[in-house]
């Protein structure tokens, strides 16, 4: 059961409320809130706030790379190169009958050419056995937690599943919605910015006065900068032990399937957004969909996904070797306004890395 559970689910919601805020929303003094949170913070139950970027505001695409690696010293090996590399963004180890792992980069969209000749070349040297790279599109959904969904005294999740089903077959099969992308602001994008990215994508609940006297500037350029940043670059999300609530499966889906089973699922995702972490991305010949949920819903949506799927393939991946990465803002060049994604950067660098390796 979680404690304080009005507070909680506030903060999911409303991630970067400060205590005034959340006082007056739940009808109790500041004091009490900023006491409530310390303990929801010193219980585990909280672990932060993270601020998200948008790649797309920033001039960068998102690339997936399912890898297939059954040697476990090969992964540590592919997993060290991720570390190395400016762009990589998430990596995670792929277990079960398929393994190896899942990879992505937020990359400038002329050099994902190399990247992609990076994992050939790993191929041509045996240290991968086959990659399928994935290009984000523009056609993505992500929901998030919502924890009407959740029986506190019970400690478990009560969302029905076959309601969405059955919603899944009356949904549209055609993709009416104009997408508007995320503006690009890298024109005006300064050093001091990618300083803050960075810090947030750490902790986003730092004081503007703490990171005023960091970075040797006033308070008030902290807090004009900060708010150019919230408007066009982050996002915020709320990081909960999950353990604590309900323990939850991380798993990816990729299928591929007709046009009009990929559209529905893109459509019904956006009018009845189901009440778990989970990012979906549509692609040219089907989906790919990573999901954090209770293990009773891993087999219900892996049963129905399979039913609307020519071919499906059911990834689980690695709670503890999870990598998410912090911003990298040194791969930037603030007078050039563009980022250091040459082939040297991007390929050269990382391949002359890993073969000193071998």
């Not at 505001?57 to 040697?71: A, N, Q, R």
Request: hydrophobic share 40%; with cysteine; aromatic share 14%.
């Amino acid at each position: 059961m979680i404690p304080y559970y009005s507070l909680f689910q506030y903060l999911q919601k409303h991630p970067r409320a400060n205590f005034s805020q959340i006082a007056n929303s739940l009808d109790i003094t500041d004091k009490t809130a900023k006491a409530h949170y310390k303990y929801l913070v010193d219980k585990k139950y909280i672990e932060g706030i993270r601020a998200k970027i948008k790649p797309e505001s920033l001039g960068l695409e998102t690339v997936s790379f399912l890898v297939k690696v059954t040697s476990l010293n090969k992964v540590s090996l592919v997993e060290r190169l991720a570390d190395f590399h400016f762009f990589t963004s998430y990596r995670n180890r792929i277990l079960g009958t398929a393994q190896g792992l899942f990879l992505q980069f937020n990359i400038p969209e002329n050099a994902i050419r190399y990247l992609e000749v990076l994992f050939l070349e790993m191929k041509e040297h045996q240290i991968i056995e086959k990659f399928e790279m994935i290009q984000s599109s523009e056609f993505k959904v992500s929901t998030s937690p919502e924890f009407e969904s959740y029986d506190n005294k019970k400690s478990e999740w009560i969302w029905d599943i076959e309601p969405w089903e059955e919603a899944y077959t009356e949904a549209s099969d055609e993709i009416r919605e104009s997408i508007t992308p995320d503006i690009n602001v890298l024109q005006r994008i300064q050093d001091l910015d990618l300083k803050l990215i960075r810090e947030m994508t750490k902790n986003a609940k730092q004081v503007h006065n703490d990171l005023a006297e960091k970075f040797q500037v006033t308070p008030v350029r902290i807090s004009r900068r900060m708010a150019f940043l919230n408007e066009f670059v982050t996002d915020y999300v709320l990081l909960y032990r999950r353990s604590k609530v309900q323990p939850v499966d991380l798993v990816l889906f990729r299928g591929k399937c007709s046009e009009i089973n990929r559209n529905k699922l893109f459509n019904i995702l956006k009018t009845a957004p189901i009440p778990f972490n989970t990012g979906f991305n549509l692609l040219t010949d089907g989906f790919l969909w990573r999901m954090n949920i209770p293990p009773t819903y891993t087999s219900q949506f892996s049963n129905f996904l399979w039913s609307i799927s020519e071919e499906l393939d059911f990834y689980r991946l690695d709670h503890y070797k999870s990598q998410l990465y912090y911003f990298y803002g040194d791969a930037f060049d603030t007078k050039k306004k563009e980022w250091k994604a040459s082939k040297n950067e991007v390929l050269d660098q990382p391949l002359e890395w890993l073969k000193k390796q071998l």
